[in-house]
Each structure stands twice: as structure tokens, then as C-alpha cells.
């Protein structure tokens, strides 16, 4: 059974068996993200990290014209210099990172422009599939401004730092061909069918075994340097958990005795 959570008018969640779909609703605005959006987003990534059923995550937008452009910049411009700090740089990296760390693969299905916040967007994902017409951008030098969300750190591990400081200097934009080709998105699909292309391979990964599928993903990200130490204690504390030792000792504690430990 399908289910959709409307966490505001222009995000919502949708659930269907082991598959969770967040959409950002937005096309009029090409679907530039509010502080709203970003709260709501929020509580989109905490409702699946609650999921216990959830395997896998699709990030998508609506419209034709575009993936994401970013901020908002009519409602960031507004703000002051530290609130732009306290409600958009750190703000959207928390959330971002959120997303990042999920512990289900999120794949990203990108039509159109991806730019600025966009793009960095769609770099939280662990998949990314692009539509012929979708190009990669990070254009805020031309509005005197500076990546905010993470990707000046996490676009540089996919393509070469010269060509992204290209990106960045100029506001020159990748064709979804040549993002496949330099290893930024994993697909090229057909204008209209990136999603149908991100629900098959979601399709695929269901019929993984989910924890084996979710410790890979620990696994990859904690050799990039990806909350490494968070990673490692948690797998650490769960085998740890899981000994004889460790039942021992419960044991001990409750009827309040010197534990005997065995090594197994």
C-alpha cells in the first residue's frame, strides 16, 4: 500500500513496501528550496531513518524544466550575515548531511539543471541518474557567493579538483554525457524515464539482504573519511554486543558478581 506524508505543501514523503520516495514539489520556482523546504526535508530523512521496513530511498523533483537551482535567493538575501551562517550554511549542512548518512542507499534521479544547492543535493545521494537534459553547475561566484552545502568537499572526491575549480571560477556547466563520463552520475536515461531507471535498480537492491546492503554502505563511506569514528564504534558495540562476554556480563551486573569473561 502506497502512503503518502505531506510534510509541507511542497515536499512529501511516499512509502510503499520497502521503498521510500522523497519528492520536492516546486517546478514554478524550479524547485528551489526555502527554509521550509529544508526543515521539511528534515523530517523527511528522520521518518525514514525511523523505518525499520525501508531499504532503499529515491530523491526526486517534479517538473521538466528542472532538478533544483538551489536556495531560494529572494528569501536567503534577506537574511543577515550570521543569520545566512545560523539558518542556511549550517542549517543545510546538517541536512544534507543527514541525508548522507541515511543508512539506506538514496539514489538521486536528476532532469534538467542541477545547480548550486542543487547539485549539492544531489551529491548527498549514494546514486545519481541523470536525463540527457540535465547539466551540473555551481554558479555562485556570479552572485558573489560560495558553495554552502558541502560541495566544494564532496564533489571534489568524484571529478578532478581542476575541473571542478573550473566549475567554481567560471559557473560552466557539466552535460549529463560528460558527468558520466568523469564518474559524477552513475546512468544517463532517456528524458522522462530516470525515474522508472532509479525505481528498477531500487527494485534490485530490495532483493538484497538490507543489513549486508546498509554495512557496504558504512563500509565505502568509512573509507572516505565519512563519520568514521561513529561507524567504527557502532559496528564495534554491535559485535561486541552480540558475545557470550557480553550477555556474561549483564548477567553479572543484574545478580550484582564478579563477571567471568571467556573470550567468546
Not at 530523491?59 to 538575501?77: E, K
Not at 541525508?99 to 539506506?104: C, F, K, N, R
Not at 581542476?162 to 563520463?181: C, D, I, N, P
Not at 558504512?218 to 559496528?235: F, H, K, P, R, Y
Amino acid at each position: 500500500m502506497k502512503r503518502t506524508i505531506g510534510m509541507n505543501g511542497q515536499v512529501r514523503l511516499v512509502k510503499q513496501a520497502f521503498l521510500a520516495e522523497i519528492i520536492i514539489d516546486r517546478p514554478d520556482k524550479l524547485n528551489a528550496l526555502s527554509v521550509e523546504m529544508l526543515e521539511a526535508l528534515q523530517q523527511c530523512i528522520q521518518a525514514i531513518e525511523a523505518d525499520k521496513n525501508c531499504r532503499v530511498v529515491i530523491l526526486h523533483t517534479t517538473g521538466h524544466r528542472a532538478f533544483c537551482v538551489g536556495a531560494d535567493i529572494n528569501a536567503w538575501a534577506e537574511y543577515s550575515p550570521l543569520d545566512m551562517w545560523r539558518t542556511w550554511v549550517k542549517r543545510g549542512h546538517r541536512i544534507f548531511d543527514g541525508l548522507a548518512q541515511l543508512p539506506q542507499p538514496v539514489i538521486a534521479v536528476i532532469q534538467g539543471p542541477a545547480l548550486g544547492g542543487g547539485l549539492e543535493l544531489a551529491l548527498a545521494a549514494d546514486i545519481r541518474i541523470a536525463e540527457t537534459t540535465a547539466r551540473f553547475g555551481l554558479p555562485e561566484a556570479s552572485i558573489a557567493t560560495c558553495p554552502g552545502w558541502s560541495g566544494s568537499q564532496r564533489l571534489n572526491r568524484l571529478i578532478n579538483p581542476s575541473l571542478m575549480k573550473e566549475m567554481l571560477f567560471t559557473g560552466r556547466q557539466l552535460s549529463s554525457e560528460r558527468a558520466y563520463q568523469l564518474g559524477l552520475i552513475n546512468e544517463v536515461a532517456a528524458n522522462g524515464a530516470g525515474l522508472a531507471s532509479a525505481r528498477q535498480m531500487a527494485a534490485e537492491i530490495i532483493q538484497r539482504a538490507p543489513i549486508s546492503v546498509q554495512l557496504a554502505k558504512q563500509l565505502v563511506d568509512a573509507g572516505l573519511g565519512d563519520n568514521t569514528a561513529m561507524i567504527l564504534e557502532a559496528m564495534a558495540g554491535s559485535l561486541a554486543a552480540h558475545t557470550q562476554d557480553a550477555q556474561e556480563g549483564i548477567a553479572a551486573f543484574r545478580s550484582k558478581r564478579q563477571p567471568e569473561f571467556k573470550g567468546e
